[in-house]
């Protein structure tokens, strides 16, 4: 497979990136006011949205025509064999004799007759809506068809036909030369991949009244899915096939968005989802005898409250201005009781301290209380009468507690304990953490404390069983390597890996909203544009808004896709996730995440890229409405754009994951100025978003500098508030920091080394050669037994011929010393 090429994004301090003029005071302006305004989200983060979401997101708005020929099809065919009788009037029976009639003619060598037959079957897995009354009865005529497709085998039959297609050299070469590629050239993939998507994510999903045979039919499709089965490898390694072909333009006419889909889906139901994680990570530290974690991160995060967002530039201009205006009736301006209850909070603020949080730069951009957004309106009224005074024990309201229990690691102790002998006693004891002689009262205590709260993660386990492994492989013999599905994944994916990961990245580039078209970029819209192009407003309209939304699902499918892939191979091996997180980083994936939040995010998480008449089934059970300019410009009701908001903590996740205890790359962030990106993040009032832009904050809040820290005490305390304590981890203060050398290129080729090494032992066919014994005994060696292919006599004079009595002997050579 040719090498592909990475995605650049120079600095994110260029042109490109950062708005001028008049359209950068636009965008300000616009950001201050939906921060004025912008409400708590209610937004709950899980695998995926609900199903119907995630089964409409499928289809394009372009596509909508062929669910009438899809039904055209299966009736014209079902007519003949049930004689005026319906679908859903049938017994199973009958419905199974039917289907093997259908899977029966899948085989004909007709193309067309073929995609005829597989639009009737996508028919029944659309869950026949022309029966069909209501959208909860599309549903569950879809879940039944689907389970019974299942059964009959109809998903390895469509699989075969999707690798012919694949390998189609004839439609690729067609596709390359057309100058603009539309829906017509991707039917037959976009039929096979929506049926394989809607059988995927409905039988992954599971209900209050599934069948006893369902759920078995569950687990042995996810079975089938996750082992190599499928030509020696697992299904999700053909789909990433596909991406890596599309990216390298030899198949522009591939659906992509579907792919990505049902590559996601597909990862989802084999390995399991972030609950499925959280119990396998469980298990797995019962299994390494580690003790049980400190609490359940899901729960932790869901129980979190938002902050209110940050002040923007505009917010901070306005608030001088009206300093300015009315210095002298400046009391009747403020609202007293707000600031009566954050002083009620915070007992040990004094007036020092009142006057700075007053300084307009020093509130550049920190995050307030919990106050509610409609409070911080500022109302011309007199204040309140102020409260009766209470003694000071009453009134103080201490703090509940921290969401996070603190965690320390072993290094940690270790540095600690090291500083401390080297201060009170003036030589060092290497690792031991035992031993305290000779250290004072005040250390004894803090290294009891210290081990509390000493959290060894699976990871380092594993990397010190490595290093066991490496150094004695002959004493300690073979390694056990569990069968798991992400196990087997990584053995497929690891040949071509830096293939795959540059060809998502590159993906990621081309939907991102910030990307600008140019003329070398990957098409990714063949599967959204129609043969004929627009020609009134509306049309128009339409069509903006279907490639805005399918640029959203990309992003979706493959931010989702990366995290999961990150999150389940750290939890299988930690070399596995590094190697997959270090081609992320040399592709570029950490500038490309900071470019895709220099944007409105505001705007972003609240677009309204969607025409709810239009989604599936509502389309195909209610009759549709006129569609007006101003219905599409109206959008839907809802608060904010779930998969975006989605789509956001997803990409924030992943950056921490590329970044965490990596001093190299958190200097990168450093680098591409990501602060000031990041603090505009913060603007959605959603808590587990605001969570994972605080973390990022924090790792590199010590390089930032003393003024920026002074000018940012409320995002500072919000991080004390919401991200997990390391106990001596000196993140507020970088005292001495600056002294450290960031060499980036040395941290990365030490990892490096222990992957390479790790994957040579683990999965090198010729590994211990040198330890393997020799036989110099000619007569044995040519006594063993060599296969030969079966073939092999026909042609073994000619193999004489060519290979021994043509080829001329030097037996002089042979006498000579080498």
């Known amino acids: 497979m040719e090498e592909m090429e990475v995605p650049i994004i120079n600095n994110l301090n260029d042109d490109r990136l950062r708005p001028r003029g008049k359209d950068a005071f636009k965008d300000q302006q616009k950001e201050s006011e939906s921060s004025m305004d912008s409400p708590n989200l209610e937004f709950e983060y899980g695998d995926t949205d609900h199903l119907t979401a995630e089964l409409s997101e499928l289809y394009s708005y372009t596509e909508e025509p062929e669910f009438a020929l899809n039904r055209d099809y299966f009736e014209e065919d079902f007519r003949s064999h049930a ?183 597909t990862i989802l139901f084999t390995l399991g989802g972030f609950e499925e994680l959280q119990e396998m990570k469980i298990r797995g530290r019962e299994r390494h005898s580690l003790p049980p974690l400190p609490e359940d991160s899901i729960k932790v995060v869901r129980a979190m409250r938002a902050a209110s967002p940050p002040a923007s530039a505009m917010e901070l201009i306005e608030q001088q201005q009206q300093q300015k205006r009315g210095r002298r009736s400046r009391r009747p301006l403020v609202k007293q009781d707000s600031l009566d209850t954050y002083n009620e909070r915070d007992p040990f603020k004094n007036d020092d301290a009142r006057d700075e949080e007053e300084d307009p730069e020093d509130t550049d951009s920190g995050i307030e209380g919990e106050v509610d957004p409609l409070d911080r309106d500022v109302i011309i009224q007199p204040p309140p009468p102020p409260p009766p005074l209470r003694p000071l024990a009453e009134r103080v309201n201490f703090p509940k507690g921290l969401p996070w229990a603190p965690k320390v690691r072993e290094r940690d102790i270790e540095h600690f304990l090291e500083t401390s002998r080297n201060k009170f006693i003036g030589f060092t004891l290497g690792n031991d953490t ?147 997180s270090q081609h992320l980083v040399f592709a570029n994936c950490i500038p490309l995440i900071l470019k895709f939040f220099n944007q409105n995010i505001m705007s972003y998480i609240s677009a309204k890229n969607s025409i709810c008449v239009l989604d599936f089934p509502h389309c195909v059970v209610h009759e549709m409405p006129e569609l007006t300019a101003e219905s599409l410009e109206a959008g839907d009701n809802n608060q904010f754009c779930w998969r975006n908001l989605f789509s956001c903590i997803n990409l924030l996740r992943i950056l921490n994951k590329l970044t965490k205890w990596k001093h190299s790359r958190t200097m990168m962030l450093v680098v591409f100025k990501s602060a000031p990106i990041l603090k505009r993040a913060l603007k959605v009032k959603q808590a587990m978003m605001q969570l994972y832009v605080l973390k990022l904050l924090k790792i590199q809040t010590k390089y930032l500098g003393r003024q920026w820290r002074k000018s940012n005490m409320k995002t500072m305390s919000a991080i004390y508030q919401k991200v997990r304590h390391r106990l001596n981890d000196d993140w507020a203060y970088g005292n001495d920091i600056d002294a450290r050398p960031w060499d980036f290129q040395a941290e990365e080729c030490a990892l490096r080394e222990s992957i390479e090494k790790f994957n040579s032992r683990r999965y090198d066919k010729n590994k211990n050669g040198e330890f393997m014994p020799v036989d110099n005994c000619l007569q044995s060696v040519l006594g063993q037994r060599v296969d030969l292919p079966e073939d092999f006599h026909y042609s073994y004079e000619m193999w004489l011929e060519r290979e021994v009595f043509s080829q001329p002997i030097q037996w002089e050579g042979l006498l000579q010393n080498p």
């Open 83 to 265: 004689r005026g009788r319906r679908w859903i009037e049938l017994t199973v029976e009958e419905q199974r004799a039917y289907v093997m009639r259908l899977l029966d003619a899948l085989e004909v060598t007709d193309r067309d007759k073929r995609l005829k037959v597989a639009r009737a079957i996508l028919y029944l897995a659309q869950g026949v809506f022309d029966e069909c009354d209501t959208e909860v009865d599309v549903l569950h005529w879809s879940r039944h068809n689907v389970f019974l497709l299942y059964d009959m085998g109809i998903f390895t039959a469509l699989l075969e036909l999707l690798s012919m297609e694949i390998d189609n050299s004839q439609a690729c070469s067609s596709a390359v030369r057309k100058p603009a590629i539309s829906l017509a050239d991707s039917t037959e993939l976009r039929v096979l991949l929506s049926i394989m998507y809607l059988m995927v994510e409905t039988i992954r999903v599971q209900t209050e009244d599934d069948r006893p045979e369902w759920t078995a039919a569950r687990e042995a499709f996810k079975a089938e899915l996750g082992s190599p089965l499928y030509n020696g490898e697992p299904f999700a390694l053909l789909l990433f096939t596909m991406v890596t072909k599309f990216c390298s333009m030899n198949a522009p006419h591939f659906p992509m968005k579907k792919v990505l889909l049902l590559l996601w889906k």
């Open 434 to 580: 035992d031993t305290l002689v000779g250290l004072p009262r005040p250390i004894h205590e803090s290294v009891k404390t210290l081990k509390q709260h000493k959290y060894v993660s699976i990871a380092e386990v594993q990397i010190k069983r490595e290093e066991e492994l490496q150094q004695c492989p002959l004493t300690l013999g073979e390694e056990e390597v569990e069968e798991t599905p992400t196990e087997m994944l990584y053995l497929g994916m690891l040949p071509n890996l830096s293939q795959y990961v540059i060809a998502l990245l590159k993906l990621l580039l081309a939907a991102a909203p910030t990307s600008k078209a140019k003329t070398d970029s990957i098409n990714i819209l063949a599967d959204v544009l129609p043969e004929e192009m627009p020609i009134t407003v509306l049309q128009s309209m339409k069509l903006g808004i279907d490639v805005n939304r399918h640029k959203e699902i990309i992003v979706k499918a493959i931010s989702a896709l990366l995290l999961l892939l990150l999150k389940h191979l750290k939890l299988n091996h930690i070399y596995q996730f590094e190697i997959v």
